[in-house]
């Protein structure tokens, strides 16, 4: 995986920049091939989740947020040097946030408390 662009990636998640965190991942996942690429599409599906969720799309929130639990959560406790334990549970809490929208709920969100996607 090429280090640089995958940071910036992750750089973009943790600055609220979900949409060009998912430009960013998805070019670099083209050339990616084995375990790394259905990481890196699972990190993809979860920032356009988030994307979804912060222009009330619960319906593309919730399908994007689970697809992307999914796929990372074969890789827990921890891969590339995320803490993916920590990052599935809380990104579980927002799809629930999701969830609750789309049953005609008006949940707060509070981009501020997104979770951060912690390197070592």
């Not at 993809?44 to 994007?64: C, D, E, P, T």
């Not at 990052?87 to 629930?96: H, L, N």
């Amino acid at each position: 995986m090429v280090q640089e662009q995958f940071r910036q990636g992750i750089g973009e998640f943790n600055s609220g920049l979900f949409f060009e965190c998912h430009d960013t991942l998805e070019d670099l996942w083209h050339g990616v091939r084995g375990e790394e690429r259905l990481f890196l599409q699972g990190l993809i599906q979860i920032s356009v989740g988030f994307y979804h969720l912060f222009n009330r799309n619960y319906k593309g929130a919730v399908s994007q947020l689970t697809r992307g639990i999914s796929k990372i959560d074969r890789y827990r406790p921890s891969y590339q040097g995320i803490d993916l334990d920590l990052f599935t549970r809380q990104v579980e809490e927002w799809r629930a946030l999701a969830d609750r929208g789309l049953r005609g709920e008006h949940p707060s969100l509070d981009e501020s408390l997104v979770p951060k996607i912690q390197l070592r």
